[in-house]
């Protein structure tokens, strides 16, 4: 997982838009949905995310939905939520993941979210907004889902920056009908994917007793997602009636276990880590877990023996080579994390995450150019990352471009919503660059953006 804000380990946080527009919409309704302290981050890991592509797929597929296209995310939030904004991404907090203790639970949360997806709340809910436009702020949520799936940046840019946390609780929370609708479609996809449906009741026994809760008691995702007796009671029907004797895969079971131990290693104490990792049933994440638990105790030295025994189980295996790029870049080995990351990139060459740290290390080790290549390959793949555009602002700055290096720190401002300053580089970016260039177009989105920002923000 990736570092920020100069923690000793920690996650790479981003946004996620289609648009820079979007992008700065998105942040506003993200911030008024998190503590009063911070925006709402995400936690970006290649290895994380394989898995989660892996046990979602057939899961998305039995909804209809293209696994390409639709993305499981993971929330940098400890408590128990999941909730879907838009057509194309589920986002599952991760202290629900690290509540659940099996797969099946997992694929149940986003079976159900899948299901909103599916059912067309989410769309109908668009519609429902179109409508209400003397709510305040309600156009803000319309804009993201707008742009999320696809809708232009103009149209994005002129829909209302404001709105209260009230109103955005309100547009995540379903109604009753909607839960029982979409539980009704998860048992079937789980079914259909042959994951067992006592997942779905047994998540539902995750919450059982949180309706006597005050609502501040309440875990977020109860008030999102009110849960009833009836609602219990129906999904064990459906699994009487429909049998709960699919096993889980070999395939699930280990990719489950993976991710939740590289998830734990990271959001958990090391110590923790270490008391319950001879536990683990699968040799390499054992080692995996260990290797992590090692590098937080900056202990390089046993963090680079768990890895490597986990590269000597599973040979070339891009994701722990990944790892062992972190550990060694973050133990300041950049010459080592370098060869680590290029065997990575080598076994994984369309991962935008493992290319941006390939990137960062050559960056560190005193590579710009090739930092570059790598760098502007990982953003082709992935606008959104914001450590990205830091790095390529870096690379461009070292190279002598300075018109694209102003370009990316401004697009990395509109990111972080930060949109005065992405207003002041952007217009930078366009005096350097050539008129009427493709950089020169981004940097024309960026300003027109901070200054409809700014327009609304003097209202």
């Given at each position: 997982?990736?570092?920020?804000?100069?923690?000793?380990?920690?996650?790479?946080?981003?946004?996620?838009?289609?648009?820079?527009?979007?992008?700065?919409?998105?942040?506003?309704?993200?911030?008024?949905?998190?503590?009063?302290?911070?925006?709402?981050?995400?936690?970006?890991?290649?290895?994380?995310?394989?898995?989660?592509?892996?046990?979602?797929?057939?899961?998305?597929?039995?909804?209809?939905?293209?696994?390409?296209?639709?993305?499981?995310?993971?929330?940098?939030?400890?408590?128990?939520?999941?909730?879907?904004?838009?057509?194309?991404?589920?986002?599952?907090?991760?202290?629900?993941?690290?509540?659940?203790?099996?797969p099946e639970q997992l694929q149940a949360v986003i079976a159900h979210?899948?299901?909103?997806?599916?059912?067309?709340?989410?769309?109908?809910?668009?519609?429902?907004?179109?409508?209400?436009?003397?709510?305040?702020?309600?156009?803000?949520?319309?804009?993201?889902?707008?742009?999320?799936?696809?809708?232009?940046?103009?149209?994005?840019?002129?829909?209302?920056?404001?709105?209260?946390?009230?109103?955005?609780?309100?547009?995540?929370?379903?109604?009753?009908?909607?839960?029982?609708?979409?539980?009704?479609?998860?048992?079937?996809?789980?079914?259909?994917?042959?994951?067992?449906?006592?997942?779905?009741?047994?998540?539902?026994?995750?919450?059982?007793?949180?309706?006597?809760?005050?609502?501040?008691?309440?875990?977020?995702?109860?008030?999102?997602?009110?849960?009833?007796?009836?609602?219990?009671?129906?999904?064990?029907?459906?699994?009487?009636?429909?049998?709960?004797?699919?096993?889980?895969?070999?395939?699930?079971?280990?990719?489950?276990?993976?991710?939740?131990?590289?998830?734990?290693?990271?959001?958990?104490?090391?110590?923790?880590?270490?008391?319950?990792?001879?536990?683990?049933?699968?040799?390499?994440?054992?080692?995996?877990?260990?290797?992590?638990?090692?590098?937080?105790?900056?202990?390089?030295?046993?963090?680079?023996?768990?890895?490597?025994?986990?590269?000597?189980?599973?040979?070339?295996?891009?994701?722990?080579?990944?790892?062992?790029?972190?550990?060694?870049l973050e133990s300041r080995q950049t010459s080592a994390a370098v060869?680590?990351?290029?065997?990575?990139?080598?076994?994984?060459?369309?991962?935008?995450?493992?290319?941006?740290?390939?990137?960062?290390?050559?960056?560190?080790?005193?590579?710009?150019?090739?930092?570059?290549?790598?760098?502007?390959?990982?953003?082709?793949?992935?606008?959104?990352?914001?450590?990205?555009?830091?790095?390529?602002?870096?690379?461009?700055?070292e190279t002598g471009q300075n018109g694209m290096a102003s370009l990316?720190?401004?697009?990395?401002?509109?990111?972080?919503?930060?949109?005065?300053?992405?207003?002041?580089?952007?217009?930078?970016?366009?005096?350097?660059?050539?008129?009427?260039?493709?950089?020169?177009?981004?940097?024309?989105?960026?300003?027109?953006?901070?200054?409809?920002?700014?327009?609304?923000?003097?209202?």
């Amino acid at each position: 997982m990736r570092l920020s804000h100069g923690a000793a380990m920690g996650f790479h946080r981003v946004v996620r838009a289609a648009s820079i527009p979007a992008a700065c919409l998105l942040w506003v309704m993200t911030a008024c949905l998190a503590t009063p302290a911070a925006a709402i981050g995400l936690l970006r890991d290649p290895d994380i995310e394989m898995s989660l592509t892996r046990l979602s797929a057939p899961i998305l597929q039995a909804a209809g939905l293209n696994p390409k296209r639709v993305r499981v995310l993971i929330v940098d939030d400890g408590s128990l939520n999941a909730f879907v904004i838009d057509n194309q991404t589920i986002f599952v907090h991760y202290g629900l993941i690290n509540r659940a203790d099996t797969p099946e639970q997992l694929q149940a949360v986003i079976a159900h979210e899948a299901a909103h997806i599916s059912n067309g709340h989410i769309a109908r809910r668009m519609s429902n907004l179109k409508s209400a436009r003397t709510v305040s702020g309600l156009g803000l949520a319309l804009a993201v889902a707008a742009a999320a799936a696809g809708a232009g940046g103009d149209a994005a840019a002129g829909l209302a920056f404001g709105t209260s946390s009230s109103a955005l609780r309100s547009f995540l929370a379903h109604t009753r009908a909607e839960e029982a609708s979409a539980d009704q479609s998860a048992a079937r996809y789980l079914r259909s994917a042959g994951v067992n449906p006592q997942g779905l009741v047994d998540l539902h026994e995750i919450f059982r007793g949180q309706e006597v809760l005050s609502q501040g008691r309440q875990d977020p995702y109860m008030r999102s997602h009110p849960l009833t007796t009836d609602r219990i009671r129906a999904a064990k029907a459906y699994v009487a009636a429909n049998g709960n004797n699919a096993q889980t895969s070999a395939e699930d079971a280990y990719f489950y276990a993976r991710m939740r131990g590289k998830l734990t290693a990271f959001t958990r104490s090391p110590s923790w880590t270490l008391r319950r990792a001879g536990s683990e049933p699968y040799p390499d994440v054992r080692l995996m877990r260990e290797a992590v638990a090692h590098h937080r105790n900056s202990n390089l030295r046993a963090a680079l023996k768990a890895i490597d025994g986990a590269l000597a189980i599973r040979p070339g295996d891009p994701y722990y080579l990944d790892l062992k790029g972190q550990i060694l870049l973050e133990s300041r080995q950049t010459s080592a994390a370098v060869a680590a990351y290029a065997q990575a990139a080598k076994g994984a060459p369309s991962e935008p995450l493992i290319l941006g740290a390939y990137g960062r290390a050559l960056l560190a080790d005193g590579q710009p150019r090739a930092a570059l290549t790598q760098l502007e390959a990982a953003r082709t793949r992935d606008f959104r990352d914001a450590r990205v555009l830091r790095d390529l602002g870096q690379a461009y700055a070292e190279t002598g471009q300075n018109g694209m290096a102003s370009l990316a720190v401004a697009e990395r401002y509109a990111l972080q919503g930060r949109m005065k300053d992405a207003g002041y580089h952007a217009e930078r970016a366009s005096g350097l660059l050539p008129r009427g260039s493709p950089p020169w177009q981004r940097a024309q989105d960026v300003a027109v953006a901070a200054e409809q920002y700014e327009k609304r923000s003097n209202r």
